[in-house]
């Protein structure tokens, strides 16, 4: 019974020892690099991971070790790092750097680069609006759903109209928050940053707007129909064929059918494109398998590319297409349902 009592106790100490020596290499890992002040000047990117952020920070000399810091942060909390050009010391501890690096208010630029991919969800542009200004998300959202704010947008901007005032919306302004890059200043407002978006689709609106007026669609149904197509394929030398399956469904009375409408009826509940394709029962105004002509609303933030190929549709006769998800990415389309589901057999299995 001694031996087993000496075996625990001294099991107990070398467990308290190497606790109490872990402790010891956390507390001097995330201590200052030196004592002296050095300034070190640091750029972070848009979207740069945290983890990938301590990497640079212990490659550039600024902290002892990217491992102990990420401990740190984590307890902290402070993983939320603000993109930028930073001007550092080393003689701060981990701490100290990692809540300063997490205030935008801190970089020494006042622009930064806000860059929206093409078919990018609203929601999603208002996170990267958080990422890089002191602007949430919530913020962004908000003002985007704001019947005064949208009535004066519609005031201002001849492209929007009363069509973007309805109710069924996930986002209200969804569809006109153009994809570009853009500086904006880090301190600014939902309001100005909007505003900003607007102005890059006023800028395309202006150069599509004689062929919008000749088309048999409104604008907003341009832009919805364009929001399809961009997220049925990035690829701008599909998007024309795209177009011309859904025009030819639609003159020969088919629905649209397509699945990334369900991908956004579903909206919060998407994961991945895999749940579009077995979710075309839900009920939604967005759903074209359920209701016919197109969703209710734009499904994302279209490209001129995508608009460019509502206006002029390839000339084929497809009713149908695939893309080959698992291989190439090519676009196979067809003529035929009986072709379509030896396409589906051949590409998807």
């Given at each position: 019974?001694?031996?087993?009592?000496?075996?625990?106790?001294?099991?107990?100490?070398?467990?308290?020892?190497a606790?109490?020596?872990?402790?010891?290499?956390?507390?001097t890992?995330?201590s200052?690099?030196?004592s002296?002040?050095?300034?070190?000047?640091?750029n972070?990117?848009?979207?740069t991971?945290?983890?990938?952020?301590?990497?640079q920070?212990?490659?550039?000399?600024?902290?002892?070790?990217?491992?102990f810091?990420?401990?740190?942060?984590?307890?902290k909390?402070?993983?939320?790092?603000k993109?930028?050009i930073?001007?550092?010391d080393?003689s701060?501890?981990?701490?100290t750097?990692?809540k300063?690096?997490?205030?935008a208010?801190?970089?020494e630029?006042d622009?930064?680069m806000?860059?929206?991919p093409e078919g990018?969800?609203?929601?999603?542009?208002?996170?990267?609006?958080?990422?890089?200004?002191?602007?949430?998300?919530?913020?962004?959202?908000?003002?985007?759903?704001?019947?005064a704010?949208?009535?004066?947008?519609?005031?201002?901007?001849?492209f929007?109209?009363?069509?973007?005032?309805?109710d069924?919306?996930?986002?209200?302004?969804?569809?006109y928050?153009?994809?570009?890059?853009?500086?904006?200043?880090?301190?600014?407002?939902?309001?100005?940053?909007?505003?900003?978006?607007?102005?890059?689709?006023?800028?395309?609106?202006?150069?599509?707007?004689?062929?919008?007026?000749e088309s048999?669609?409104?604008?907003?149904?341009?832009?919805?129909?364009?929001?399809v197509?961009q997220f049925?394929?990035?690829?701008?030398?599909?998007?024309?064929i795209i177009?011309?399956?859904?025009?030819?469904?639609?003159?020969?009375?088919?629905?649209?059918?397509?699945?990334?409408t369900?991908?956004?009826?579903?909206?919060d509940?998407?994961?991945?494109?895999?749940?579009?394709e077995?979710?075309?029962?839900?009920?939604?105004?967005?759903?074209?398998?359920?209701?016919?002509?197109?969703?209710?609303?734009?499904?994302?933030n279209p490209?001129?590319?995508?608009?460019k190929?509502?206006l002029h549709p390839a000339?084929t006769d497809?009713y149908?297409f695939?893309?080959?998800v698992?291989?190439?990415?090519?676009?196979?389309?067809?003529?035929?349902?009986?072709?379509h589901?030896?396409?589906i057999?051949?590409?998807?299995k």
């Amino acid at each position: 019974m001694k031996k087993s009592k000496y075996m625990f106790l001294a099991a107990a100490g070398i467990v308290l020892l190497a606790a109490g020596g872990f402790f010891i290499t956390y507390k001097t890992s995330i201590s200052p690099l030196t004592s002296t002040s050095t300034t070190i000047t640091i750029n972070i990117a848009e979207n740069t991971a945290p983890n990938s952020v301590l990497k640079q920070l212990e490659e550039q000399k600024v902290i002892k070790s990217s491992f102990f810091s990420k401990i740190l942060m984590k307890q902290k909390n402070l993983s939320n790092i603000k993109a930028g050009i930073y001007i550092l010391d080393s003689s701060w501890d981990s701490e100290t750097i990692l809540k300063y690096i997490n205030n935008a208010s801190n970089a020494e630029s006042d622009e930064v680069m806000l860059t929206i991919p093409e078919g990018l969800w609203s929601k999603d542009i208002a996170k990267r609006i958080a990422e890089i200004s002191n602007v949430s998300e919530q913020e962004c959202l908000t003002l985007w759903n704001d019947e005064a704010f949208l009535k004066e947008m519609i005031q201002k901007y001849e492209f929007l109209d009363e069509s973007i005032l309805n109710d069924a919306y996930h986002v209200k302004l969804e569809g006109y928050l153009y994809p570009n890059s853009y500086y904006i200043y880090r301190d600014t407002t939902a309001y100005d940053v909007t505003v900003r978006l607007l102005d890059g689709f006023d800028t395309v609106y202006q150069s599509l707007k004689d062929e919008m007026k000749e088309s048999e669609y409104s604008i907003h149904q341009i832009v919805t129909f364009a929001s399809v197509i961009q997220f049925e394929s990035g690829n701008p030398d599909d998007m024309p064929i795209i177009s011309s399956v859904f025009h030819n469904r639609f003159k020969s009375g088919m629905k649209m059918e397509s699945s990334v409408t369900v991908c956004y009826a579903l909206y919060d509940k998407f994961d991945n494109f895999m749940d579009c394709e077995t979710n075309s029962a839900i009920e939604s105004p967005y759903n074209t398998y359920l209701h016919t002509g197109l969703p209710v609303g734009p499904v994302n933030n279209p490209s001129i590319d995508a608009m460019k190929a509502v206006l002029h549709p390839a000339d084929t006769d497809y009713y149908y297409f695939i893309s080959d998800v698992y291989g190439s990415q090519k676009l196979i389309p067809a003529k035929t349902y009986e072709e379509h589901l030896k396409n589906i057999k051949e590409y998807l299995k």
